[in-house]
């Protein structure tokens, strides 16, 4: 009898570990451990732990007052349906999309860009080279800003020229506005395609 009921045990066991996903494994609290808490989109879970390889539409989500939100998936059909005028990609075949930062039918050629902003690799130093980035293309409307992680230093640059003339007018330009550490650099840049 006794043997039975340790076989029953075994089994409700197994058959309880199976029904369990991966994330509720995870998150199961035992003595003398930590808690976990996952908190992911519905189809991150049905990825992760296999289940349901049909993904269902998402059911409607609604925050603390009841009130519908959008799912990621509605926000990404709206973006898709707005105008191109809204969404900034207005910009000619051979000009700046400065909404992106691409020269549309462009090519990579060696060329110069002037740095406005070159920190260290924190949230701080992030935060100051997008405030940068902003203050630039605001101050020059139509000349792209890049502002990126080149390890390991937040960096804001902008422009795409392709002479040391073009980049250093603009960076006394730059250094007049106040940004005294702005240098130029060479590197690759990407320049509308001239056929000759």
Not at 93 to 103: H, N, P, Q, R
Not at 150 to 168: L, V
Request: hydrophobic share 30%.
């Amino acid at each position: 009898m006794m043997v039975l009921l340790a076989l029953f045990t075994v089994h409700c066991s197994l058959f309880t570990f199976a029904q369990t996903t991966f994330t509720q494994r995870l998150q199961q609290s035992k003595a003398g451990e930590g808690q976990v808490t996952v908190t992911q989109d519905k189809a991150i879970d049905d990825l992760v732990n296999g289940t349901n390889k049909q993904a269902a539409p998402p059911k409607k989500q609604t925050d603390k007052t009841g009130n519908h939100t959008a799912t990621n998936q509605e926000k990404k059909d709206k973006q898709a349906e707005k105008p191109q005028s809204q969404t900034g990609n207005t910009a000619k075949a051979d000009s700046v999309d400065t909404e992106k930062k691409v020269v549309k039918g462009g090519r990579k050629v060696t060329g110069y860009r002037v740095q406005v902003f070159a920190g260290g690799n924190s949230r701080n130093d992030r935060i100051k080279a997008e405030a940068t980035g902003s203050e630039i293309k605001a101050l020059f409307p139509g000349v792209p800003v890049y502002v990126h992680f080149y390890s390991p230093r937040w960096i804001c640059r902008m422009g795409n020229y392709t002479t040391y003339e073009e980049a250093h007018e603009v960076l006394t330009r730059v250094k007049n506005l106040g940004y005294s550490s702005a240098i130029i650099v060479k590197g690759k840049i990407t320049v509308a395609y001239q056929p000759e």
